[in-house]
């Protein structure tokens, strides 16, 4: 072995130890089934003219939420935050740019796992007239500043929507770990 990873489709090389001579060669099944699972989930920010965030009011929680879901089996972040939006608010709309990747650590009996939040863009008023809840998943929509979200959303969500507000007015697209900025 000349110290070069294994690339045939039927196989894949872990270094067990610094040296390839001790590498084990793996079939891929068993390669990927050591591989770690995270879960995902994807969100989009809305924000009306004042910066002030879009919350939803779920039916079956306490806690409001951003408009998004859970990414399903073979589903991209991306399909997952445009599905969400047509079945929580009957939006078919283009997303925009990606505001915060967000690492998310174990926590409440959950795995790890990563929050994508998009750009939805800016909304008014007159726009919430027309939001349809089709499947019964929220009851409210309304605009809030980041001060009223704390008071009802997951403190978790909270950091994440500061965050994604900033990364709006800013262009980018901020890295956290927990909801903490770390790029």
């Given amino acids: ?89 009957g939006l078919d709309r283009p997303l925009g740019r990606l505001l915060v990747v967000d690492y998310v650590r174990p926590q409440d009996s959950r795995p790890e796992g990563v929050v994508f939040v998009f750009d939805g863009g800016v909304l008014g008023e007159t726009d919430l007239v027309g939001l349809v809840f089709g499947d019964g998943e929220i009851v409210s929509a309304g605009f809030h500043t980041i001060d009223q979200a704390r008071t009802k959303v997951k403190p978790l969500l909270a950091d994440r929507l500061t965050v994604a507000v900033e990364a709006a007015r800013q262009g980018v697209t901020a890295l956290c770990e927990h909801g903490v900025r770390v790029a």
Avoid: H
Wanted: proline share 9%.
């Fill in 1 to 89: 072995m000349d110290g070069a990873p294994v690339t045939s489709p039927v196989a894949r090389v872990l270094w067990v130890t610094g040296s390839p001579s001790n590498a084990e060669v793996l079939p891929v099944e068993q390669y990927v089934a050591t591989l770690a699972r995270k879960r995902m989930a994807a969100g989009i920010l809305f924000r009306d003219r004042a910066d002030r965030v879009l919350l939803l009011e779920p039916s079956y929680k306490p806690n409001w939420e951003i408009p998004g879901g859970a990414v399903e089996a073979d589903e991209s972040p991306w399909a997952t935050a445009s599905r969400e939006l047509v079945e929580e608010l």
